[in-house]
């Protein structure tokens, strides 16, 4: 039976201490020093003796590894959900297809091979039509402008107004302006 040494406080202060500086990581402004570095690698000729960096205020680590590898897997996540996104717009996309319906062929089947005219349907004709961003877009602003003739154009509560017309979405960020509308006096 082997028995266990026991350990001092002193003995296991250090190894928690060891444990930390493996957990934390050095700074890069400052090449963990606490001192900032120039662009020439020397500290700034400020005068003063006591600056720090401001990044790690002077401790000479960035930040707890645990921490950064947080942040790191948060913004995977989020690019992650924005690439999930995209995918089920394309895959959720909407199109149409030409098919013509040879004499004889049952309309109820889609396409086929046999010999038999009635064992066939549907065949390819043409291909297929998809909804493109830009078909998605002009049916955004038509229905927009649909609505403002509708509710804003001779509405009581909207004269004199001047009201803008702006798109958002897509691959674009944030919003643009599209077409500025004033109602009538």
């Known amino acids: 039976m082997k028995i266990e040494k026991k350990k001092t406080l002193n003995e296991l202060v250090n190894d928690v201490a060891l444990i930390e500086g493996q957990l934390t990581k050095e700074c890069n402004k400052c090449d963990g020093t606490g001192k900032p570095r120039a662009k020439l690698g020397k500290p700034p000729e400020t005068g003063g003796k006591n600056i720090k960096c401001g990044s790690c205020h002077g401790t000479g680590t960035d930040g707890n590894r645990m921490d950064i590898i947080e942040k790191d897997i948060t ?19 909407q199109f149409t297809e030409i098919r013509v319906l040879p004499k004889g062929n049952n309309p109820k089947l889609h396409g086929g091979s046999s010999k038999v005219k009635s064992e066939n349907g549907w065949e390819d004709y043409s291909g297929d039509f998809y909804v493109t961003d830009g078909d998605n877009r002009a049916m955004a ?24 017309l702006f798109l958002s979405g897509g691959n674009q960020s944030g919003k643009k302006l599209i077409q500025e509308i004033e109602t009538s006096k």
């Not at 992650?80 to 996309?93: P, Q, S, W």
């Not at 402008?145 to 804003?152: C, G, L, Q, T, V």
């Open 141 to 164: 602003i038509k229905k927009a402008k649909d609505h403002f003739s509708e509710y804003f154009e001779n509405g009581v509560y909207h004269r004199n107004k001047r009201l803008g």
């Open 75 to 93: 913004s995977i996540k989020k690019e992650i959900n924005k690439i999930g996104d995209k995918l089920n717009a394309y895959i959720n996309r």
